[in-house]
């Protein structure tokens, strides 16, 4: 895959329905398509190399990560739109955001990277 389909892949998997009839987020891909691609693609060490992981890819990795992990009750929003961790071991996807932030060679992804794995456990519930 070039990069340049690679990014058109990673905003085709994150891109909101624009004819969306309630306020909700709705994507493209329903629920249960986003989960199996984020499972299957986007943590699947062989398909993913976390180590050349782009800005786009980890922009993609974490609006899926979050989301996935919000329709799994794994994270938990409050009014305002801030969000808490009920069990951060459990979360889906968390070894490939390891991966990442430990061999990803991208200065830029590096740092938000790690930043999202501090934030992530500075929300979890105690």
């Known amino acids: 895959m070039t990069e340049y389909e690679a990014k058109k892949f990673f905003v085709f998997l994150t891109k909101e329905n624009e004819n969306s009839v309630s306020r909700e ?6 629920e249960k398509i986003r989960f199996e ?42 009014a305002s739109g801030n969000f808490s961790v009920n069990g951060i ?5 968390l070894d490939t955001l390891w991966n990442i932030v430990i061999f990803c060679k991208d200065p830029e992804v590096l740092q938000r990277s790690r930043n999202f794995l501090v934030d992530l456990h500075v929300r979890t519930k105690i």
Do not use: A, T
Request: charged fraction near 25%; hydrophobic fraction near 40%.
């Open 37 to 78: 691609v984020f499972k299957n693609i986007m943590c699947n060490e062989k398909l993913l190399d976390s180590s050349s992981i782009g800005v786009e890819g980890f922009s993609c990795f974490k609006m899926l990560f979050l989301n996935v992990n919000n329709e799994k009750r794994l994270l938990e929003h409050d």
């Open 25 to 30: 987020r709705n994507f493209l891909l329903n």
């Open 89 to 93: 071991q459990q979360l889906i996807g």
